[in-house]
C-alpha cells in the first residue's frame, strides 16, 4: 500500500474511546441512513465498496434540497453519532452549500445539494458497488 494513503494511513479510534460497544461499518451506514431520512433528505442510498475500494467500507448518500437543510443533515448526522462516541476523522465541506463529507473511517456520508449530486453522480463512478437495503421493512 502506498504511504499516506488508504486504510494504513488513517488513525483508528480506540475502543477504550467508545462509551458502548463498537458499532460495525454497515450498521453505522444504515444508521446515517436513517438518521438523513429523519432529517427529510432525499434519494439515500448505501454503496458497499468492500473490496472494490481501499478507503473505505460504504459511501452514505444523500440530497439536501437548500442549503439550509445540508448544514441541518451534517449537524444532525453528526451529533447523533457523537452521542454513541462516535467521532468523524474528517470533515469537508461543512461550511459548503454544495457538498458536505463525513469520515467515519469505514464510513464516509456525502451530503449533496440537487445538483451538485447530479454533477458529481457518485453512484454511476461506483456502479459496481452493491447498493445495501437500509430502510425498514413495514409489517402488514
Not at 77 to 97: F, V
Not at 105 to 131: K, T
Request: glycine residues 6%; contains cysteine.
Amino acid at each position: 500500500m502506498i504511504e499516506g494513503i488508504g486504510r494504513a494511513a488513517r488513525p483508528r479510534v480506540a475502543r477504550s474511546q467508545l462509551r458502548g460497544p463498537p458499532i460495525e461499518g454497515k450498521d453505522k451506514a444504515i444508521l446515517c441512513a436513517r438518521i438523513a431520512d429523519e432529517a427529510k433528505a432525499k434519494d439515500i442510498i448505501i454503496l458497499d465498496l468492500r473490496g472494490i475500494s481501499e478507503v473505505t467500507d460504504y459511501f452514505v448518500i444523500c440530497t439536501a434540497t437548500n442549503p439550509r437543510q445540508l448544514r441541518a443533515l451534517h449537524s444532525r448526522i453528526r451529533e447523533e453519532l457523537k452521542k454513541l462516541a462516535i467521532l468523524p476523522l474528517g470533515e469537508d465541506g461543512a461550511e459548503s452549500t454544495q457538498w458536505v463529507l463525513l469520515d467515519y473511517n469505514d464510513v464516509i456520508v456525502h451530503i449533496f445539494h440537487d445538483e451538485f449530486r447530479d454533477f458529481y453522480d457518485l453512484e454511476l463512478l461506483w456502479g459496481d458497488a452493491p447498493r445495501i437495503e437500509w430502510q425498514a421493512v413495514e409489517k402488514a
